[in-house]
């Protein structure tokens, strides 16, 4: 019997070539447990091979293609149509936006439209580029994924999309997130690093809506610097925040002092971040999905979490899963977080987080989707 012709995917792997975000670890960890699946090729495009040779398995099955042009429109145009036509792919997967010439078929992750739901949090040019690209991405598709049930009602009400059309395939958290540690450590390793060793941890871009203000006014409000607690937060400002620039202004120096930024920390020092922690808040106003409170639970770190948009999903959080936009809940719960964190439901909600964000289920789920789409489409 003949063995049938490997499926030739290409990955435009372009976000490897910026900062850190959601994204880049959708395509990290779902191709890297792809990877073992010989019935495929997969070619990745980046601007920098190196970083995507330091990220995946050097396998026969893998190839990496080093893009000509860095920006996007470029790329879009002229780079990723003609790599398509000259290996022959089949199939090419993109985050959010596609290029105009449509060679093979599209694969097109949307990871969330946030800007329609909250307008006043993005300019109208931004939400006007967005909705015109990521429409028509999700109309030209052959196979429509988005990261959470949330994110899917938001395709289906602004871009009117039928159901049936979007498929869930959920962020994981990867193994290494779970793996035993000892607390003392990791605040020895950043104290001796970063000059902190006792502190409050937010991971995120820098944006409105992320609400890194209402963070450091809770923070302010119970006074946690007297007690020599920092308020770090890591991440890049990828939109001004005028609320939050004259809050840090406002602030004299003995106070100011006790709040850290650092917008390039490695993955392995961000771990290390996560483990010295006392508390992990994560207090954004809307996520698409929202990785770092599950990363810093599975790593058993106590977690207060917003309960809106996609984190309404994460219900085991329980009693520490709030309406942040009630001060007096939130500085209650924080308080109680930081004074007495239990250690037993810490372990169950890593257990919870463990079962039902896998990155193996959501590797197979893809790979279904893509073979079925395959076989429909040589029949």
């Given at each position: 019997m003949t063995e049938k012709p490997s499926i030739k995917l290409f990955i435009d792997a372009h976000v490897f070539d910026n900062e850190h975000q959601g994204s880049r670890t959708f395509i990290k960890e779902l191709y890297n447990h792809l990877a073992c699946r010989k019935d495929i090729e997969f070619y990745f495009g980046a601007f920098n091979v190196e970083i995507l040779k330091q990220n995946f398995p050097r396998l026969e099955n893998i190839h990496f293609i080093k893009y000509r042009f860095r920006k996007s429109i470029l790329r879009?145009?002229?780079?990723?149509?003609?790599?398509?036509?000259?290996?022959?792919?089949?199939?090419?997967?993109?985050?959010?936006?596609?290029?105009?010439?449509?060679?093979?078929?599209?694969?097109?992750?949307?990871h969330d439209v946030l800007f329609n739901d909250f307008p006043k949090?993005?300019?109208?040019?931004?939400?006007?580029?967005?909705?015109?690209?990521?429409?028509?991405?999700?109309?030209?598709?052959?196979?429509?994924?988005?990261?959470?049930?949330?994110?899917?009602?938001?395709?289906?009400?602004?871009?009117?999309?039928?159901?049936?059309?979007?498929?869930?395939?959920?962020?994981?958290?990867?193994?290494?997130?779970?793996?035993?540690?000892?607390?003392?450590?990791?605040?020895?390793?950043?104290?001796?690093?970063?000059?902190c060793n006792k502190y409050l941890l937010y991971v995120s871009r820098i944006e409105p809506r992320k609400n890194h203000a209402g963070l450091l006014q809770v923070y302010l409000d119970l006074k946690l610097y007297k007690e020599e607690y920092h308020l770090v937060f890591i991440g890049h400002e990828s939109i001004s925040c005028t609320k939050l620039n004259r809050l840090l202004h406002s602030l004299p120096s003995n106070v100011r002092r006790f709040i850290l930024f650092f917008d390039d920390v490695s993955e392995d020092d961000?771990?290390?971040?996560?483990?010295?922690?006392?508390?992990?808040?994560?207090?954004?106003?809307?996520?698409?999905?929202?990785?770092p409170p599950l990363e810093a639970a599975a790593l058993k770190?106590?977690?207060?979490?917003?309960?809106?948009?996609?984190?309404?999903?994460?219900?085991?959080?329980?009693?520490?899963?709030?309406?942040?936009?009630?001060?007096?809940?939130?500085?209650?719960?924080?308080?109680n977080l930081i004074e007495s964190p239990s250690v037993k439901s810490?372990?169950?909600?890593?257990?919870?987080?463990?079962?039902?964000?896998?990155?193996?289920?959501?590797?197979?789920?893809?790979?279904?989707?893509?073979?079925?789409h395959s076989l429909h489409d040589q029949l």
């Open positions: 879009l145009l002229f780079d990723i149509p003609s790599i398509i036509k000259q290996y022959g792919i089949g199939y090419a997967h993109f985050q959010y936006i596609v290029p105009l010439q449509k060679n093979c078929c599209f694969i097109v992750t949307t949090n993005f300019s109208f040019w931004y939400r006007f580029n967005k909705n015109l690209l990521y429409k028509n991405a999700a109309e030209k598709a052959d196979i429509l994924t988005t990261v959470s049930e949330y994110s899917k009602a938001t395709l289906q009400k602004y871009f009117k999309l039928k159901a049936e059309r979007i498929n869930v395939l959920p962020n994981g958290i990867s193994d290494g997130y779970f793996s035993a540690y000892q607390k003392s450590e990791a605040i020895n390793y950043i104290n001796n690093k970063f000059d961000l771990i290390e971040f996560y483990k010295a922690s006392a508390v992990f808040v994560y207090p954004s106003k809307a996520e698409g999905f929202g990785f770190v106590p977690v207060l979490c917003a309960n809106n948009t996609a984190l309404n999903d994460y219900s085991f959080f329980d009693q520490n899963h709030i309406d942040i936009s009630n001060q007096k809940l939130f500085k209650e719960r924080l308080s810490l372990e169950i909600i890593a257990q919870n987080i463990r079962q039902k964000y896998n990155w193996q289920k959501t590797a197979d789920t893809f790979y279904n989707l893509l073979k079925q």
